[in-house]
């Protein structure tokens, strides 16, 4: 059974960082791409970001603030957030696909509960 669990979400001020981590078991994870997006209360989901595989190819929504990075030895993948702005507001997910880091989310097979991500102004 496919899992993908997110963690580190929290409660922060404007301005401050976050790492959000995606831990994966049940399937081979270092063959697989993978993606964080969010949704805000009564917004349409929306991508953050995409690592691919390897990690070496990456797609952002915003690489000035937010950087993904995967460790395939623990099976999971980051989202560094730096500068967190209230409109960062949201449930963030991690989804994974055998195919390319894309932004396209139908393209994601396995999709994580998500976590809360809050920032105070």
């Known amino acids: 059974q496919v899992q993908l669990v997110e963690s580190g979400g929290g409660l922060v001020q404007a301005g401050d960082s976050l790492r959000l981590s995606c831990a994966a078991s049940?399937?081979?994870?270092?063959?697989?791409?993978v993606a964080w997006s969010r949704q805000a209360p009564g917004k349409e989901p929306e991508f953050v970001a995409a690592?691919?595989?390897?990690?070496?190819t990456t797609n952002y929504l915003d690489s000035r603030r937010f950087t993904i990075s995967r460790d395939n030895a623990k099976n999971t993948v980051y989202l560094q957030m730096n500068s967190l702005k209230p409109e960062d507001t949201a449930v963030y997910y991690c989804s994974a696909t055998r195919y390319l880091a894309s932004r396209n989310r139908d393209e994601y097979d396995y999709w994580g509960q998500g976590t809360q991500v809050t920032v105070s102004s």
């Open positions: 049940g399937l081979s994870f270092s063959t697989y791409a």
């Open positions: 690592i691919s595989w390897s990690g070496s």
